[in-house]
Nanobody, 122 residues
Framework: QVQLVESGGGLVQAGDSLRLSCAASGRTFSIYNMGWFRQAPGKERDFVSAISWSGSRTTYADSVKGRFTISRDNAKNTVYLQMNSLKPEDTAVYYC???????????????WGQGTQVTVSS
């Protein structure tokens, strides 16, 4: 089992950057694929990005491709989401999640954090 805690959210202006972090407990972090999701008010939770356990594979939603970068540091039990050129439509609660599957998934993750709010003003 793994526990996840997100941080790094905040209020920024359009065009700014933020880096989200997700710290995981436990010594088995390196065996989990990790994902970032977001949920805007009144909308469903959407996939944003995922990274394989080794960091060798990544995938992104079309809406963030070219602006967001996912990475991980297994020595620090942390996964990151670097968000550049932020837009008002990126406003949401951002969640990290962990999954034991062999493939990178867009849904159905096993463990979830509590989320961190990102607000982008125009």
């Amino acid at each position: 089992q793994v526990q996840l805690v997100e941080s790094g959210g905040g209020l920024v202006q359009a065009g700014d950057s933020l880096r989200l972090s997700c710290a995981a407990s436990g010594r088995t972090f390196s065996i989990y694929n990790m994902g970032w999701f977001r949920q805007a008010p009144g909308k469903e939770r959407d996939f944003v990005s995922a990274i394989s356990w080794s960091g060798s594979r990544t995938t992104y939603a079309d809406s963030v491709k070219g602006r967001f970068t996912i990475s991980r540091d297994n020595a620090k039990n942390t996964v990151y989401l670097q968000m550049n050129s932020l837009k008002p439509e990126d406003t949401a609660v951002y969640y990290c999640a962990a999954d034991r599957s062999l493939e990178l998934k867009l849904k159905g993750y096993d463990y979830w954090g509590q989320g961190t709010q990102v607000t982008v003003s125009s």
